[in-house]
């Protein structure tokens, strides 16, 4: 619950006001083995976007040792959904959604929303295996298309 979490410090970001529900916010913590958690906020719809750096025992590493453990905790921070491996297959299934019809659009359509479900999940494995287990299918669907 979280009334038994310990406050360790507020962030804030603006959000339009809008129905609840309508606005997606982005949360990302990561932390390293030096005690630093690194907290963004960002809200896609505005391009709005908040950080706060949390020491777990201030003042025990200098600005440079923080600034270097941010620098290697930024390369773990880039999204699935913002890697080439994964907008190159999202282009392809919007390409073969637009050049094919009924069962097969369906179909496609579908491994389209459950795409974006694990790009949200942000598990490297499940896309991976996703790709993999899609990728010849859609082969087979674009050589028709050749022929």
């Not at 979490?5 to 606005?23: M, R, T």
């Not at 982005?26 to 958690?37: A, E, H, K, M, Q």
Request: hydrophobic share 40%.
């Amino acid at each position: 619950m979280v009334a038994d979490n310990i406050f360790l410090a507020e962030l804030s970001v603006n959000v339009p006001p809008k129905p609840a529900g309508d606005v997606r916010i982005d949360v990302r913590f990561t932390y390293d083995i030096n005690g630093i958690l690194d907290v963004d906020i960002s809200v896609p719809l505005t391009g709005a976007k908040n950080s706060l750096v949390i020491e777990q025992n201030p003042g025990a590493l200098t600005a440079e040792q923080i600034q270097q453990s941010l620098s290697k905790l930024s390369l773990l921070k880039i999204h699935p959904r913002d890697e080439q491996i994964n907008q190159a297959f999202i282009a392809r299934l919007d390409n073969l959604y637009q050049l094919t019809l009924a069962e097969t659009r369906d179909w496609i359509s579908n491994c389209s929303r459950h795409f974006s479900y694990l790009l949200e999940k942000q598990d490297p494995d499940q896309l991976a295996d996703f790709r993999t287990k899609v990728e010849p299918t859609l082969d087979s669907l674009e050589r028709e298309r050749l022929q």
